[in-house]
């Protein structure tokens, strides 16, 4: 009749809380937050679980960072019922999900992508790669996880931005809102300790993504892209398929 009680974790406490405050309005469209310092403070938790939760949001198109400025709350209409469904429910920690389909999922995007951004090479989509980049770099020499995911996160959200089309950026919100499940962090945290050197060699490989947009170079591009994802997110799969994650 009656389940076990459970805790919940700090990371899903902000995260809802957060959710709930957009939703009813308390949060409202163009409202910055707080520095994540005071929102751990508020929330009594530390900054490692409010980064996380607002990295969930951002992929969930509630939020957006903006370099220099902070987080800002999105407006809702402008993502369509379907995302603003995904934002407000697919992109929780405890989901679960299919990681080889939804790697599929984003290696076909990606290639497409990569062609288009190449081709068009918005201003601010190729500064936003550069400073996920370097994100990337700083995270990999120190291997903060935490950080690399977010950084990983506003790179793809960038390469998509790059083109210049709005529904482009906010379809990859929605196809990568599910890498912030507790599924998908426990298969790339397991492969990244498993093999600790991937991270780094990572940073390359979204450096010529970059690179190859920044030239105007499409079928550069989609090789690196290709690039990418072979000698990450493959191993990654094969990683997380052989029962030890």
């Not at 957060?18 to 409202?28: D, E, K, P, W």
């Not at 163009?30 to 938790?45: K, N």
Request: hydrophobic share 45%; glycine share 8%.
């Amino acid at each position: 009749m009656f389940q076990p009680a459970t805790t919940v974790r700090k990371v899903d406490h902000v995260l809802n809380s957060l959710r709930q405050a957009i939703r009813s309005g308390q949060l409202a469209a163009g409202e910055r937050l707080p520095p994540e310092r005071e929102l751990a403070a508020s929330f009594g938790v530390g900054r490692s679980s409010v980064r996380e939760a607002l990295s969930v949001l951002q992929m969930g198109g509630l939020l957006e960072v903006r370099h220099g400025q902070g987080t800002y709350v999105l407006e809702l209409d402008v993502l369509g019922p379907e995302l603003t469904g995904t934002a407000f429910g697919a992109a929780t920690p405890g989901d679960q999900f299919d990681f080889l389909a939804l790697t599929e999922a984003r290696y076909a995007f990606e290639l497409g992508v990569a062609r288009l951004a190449a081709e068009r090479r918005a201003t601010q989509g190729l500064s936003e790669m550069h400073r996920a980049v370097q994100a990337l770099q700083t995270a990999g020499d120190t291997a903060d996880e935490a950080r690399f995911e977010a950084a990983n996160l506003a790179f793809h959200l960038a390469l998509a931005q790059a083109t210049g089309n709005a529904a482009l950026c906010n379809l990859a919100r929605s196809l990568h809102a599910p890498l912030a499940s507790h599924g998908a962090r426990r298969v790339r945290r397991a492969f990244y300790g498993v093999m600790p050197a991937r991270m780094p060699l990572a940073v390359p490989l979204h450096a010529a993504i970059a690179q190859a947009v920044e030239a105007g170079q499409p079928e550069a591009a989609m090789r690196a892209v290709m690039a990418h994802y072979a000698n990450v997110a493959a191993p990654m799969l094969e990683e997380g398929q052989d029962g030890e994650t």
